[in-house]
Each structure stands twice: as C-alpha cells, then as structure tokens.
C-alpha cells in the first residue's frame, strides 16, 4: 500500500517517479480546485485544499497511483466580488488540464483522473476531458458529475448524523466539516455564521454573483458543522470516486 510520502507527485524527486511507473504505477490523479471566498472562516484555498485531501486518499486507496498537484485558481469569476478570489477563463484552465494532461501522458501514465472540486470547474473539465483523451496514448477520466457531487456530500452529513441537506453547497455545513477533519486550525470558529439558506438560483449565482444571493459568502449553516462529520464526507466522496475509477480503468483494459 503507497503512503502519503510515496504518492504526492510534487514532493517525490524524479528517480521515484521513474521507478513507480517502472513498477507499475500507471494512474494519476489530478484535482481541479480553486482560490476564492468561502465566506468569513474558511481560507480561500478550500477547494484546494479538498482536492489534495481527495486526490491523495483516492491514490492511496486505489494502491497503483500518484497524486499530481491540484490545479489552482480555476473558474471562480461569480466570487470575484468577495476580495482575493482569483480567476480565470474556462479557456485557460481547459488550457491547463490539457496540459497536465500532455505531460503525464508523455511520462508514460496510462490513466489520468481529472476530480473538480470547485463547482465552476465541473463545466470545462467535462468539456476538455474528451477532446484531449483523443491525442493522447493515455485514458482521461473525468470524474465531473457536480450532482453527483453534491449529493455524496450530504450523503456523508447523514451517515455522521447531521441532518442539513443542501442543493447548492459553498462554505457552509459540508464544506467547513470537511477543513475541520483536513486541517481544523484553519477554521475561523469565532467567526461562524450562517448564509442564505432555502432555494436558490444556480443561474443567478453565476450570472449575478454570489453577492447578489449572500452578503458574506455563505450558503447555509457551518455552525452545523463538525470534524466527524468531514471525515465521513471525505470517505464517502472517495469510496464512491475509486469505485467510479476501478470501473472505467476495467473498461479501458478489456477495449484494448
């Protein structure tokens, strides 16, 4: 079984990288994330952070793959009224993921996963992943289902035994349990407070602005939050992640 040391492609020197692929390791996992407000207590590189956690705990999981560093910022422009958000065009990060994609590929990994952790980078990853898969030797999986997504969790929330469910999550329940259970100190508690819950608009998000729906960056409660509750988010997220990967890798193989 790989650990944390032996499979985060940024911190590995090159020689490691040669001899796991020479050994077999033939998957990597790129996350997707971004650099944007997650209201008064989360730090702004939350998806960032998420797509580390996901990308290394699915590599490790899986047991033949690497965690290559999570792209960042990515499509955050309904945030950019909510200061040191970052952005960019949905152009640029497909530019990106292609690119990531290239160099893997010409190092000789055979299955590259693509994880948005970011809701605006569900878009473009699906989009590129596709197009890129048909000029490159290697597969490209895009695991970018953003329903899917949402619904694994508040998935997680309920088997921790909070019940606060959520169509549209962004630094509220879910996400500030899964920064308590990755790196707690992170977590302004003092500064908890509760967002713009109910319906919402997705399509006036995102041509509006979060600011139009929530003064500080918040949809629902944090305050429902807790450390348990992330860590069970975390392992629902990559159970159903690696089961999704697992079957698409099996697929590859028996095509070829």
Known sequence: MCSRRSIRLEEMVWPAVESALERGTRTVIVSVGSIEQ??????????????????????????DALAAPTIRPGCSGHHMEFPGTITVPPETLMDVVES????????????????PTHGGNFGPVKTIAPEVAREIEASVIPVADLDEHMELLNEGLSEAGVEYEQDVIHAGAAETAMVLAIENDLVRTEQLERGTEGELSTARLLSEGFKSITENGVLGDPTEATAAAGEMIIQTVVEAYVEHIESERRAVRSSH
């Open 38 to 63: 997650h209201g008064p207590h989360l730090p702004l590189n939350m998806d960032t952070l998420d797509g580390d956690e996901l990308a290394e705990r699915i590599a490790i999981a899986l047991g």
């Open 100 to 115: 990531y994609c290239r160099s893997l590929d010409h190092h000789g990994f055979e299955s590259i996963v693509l994880v």
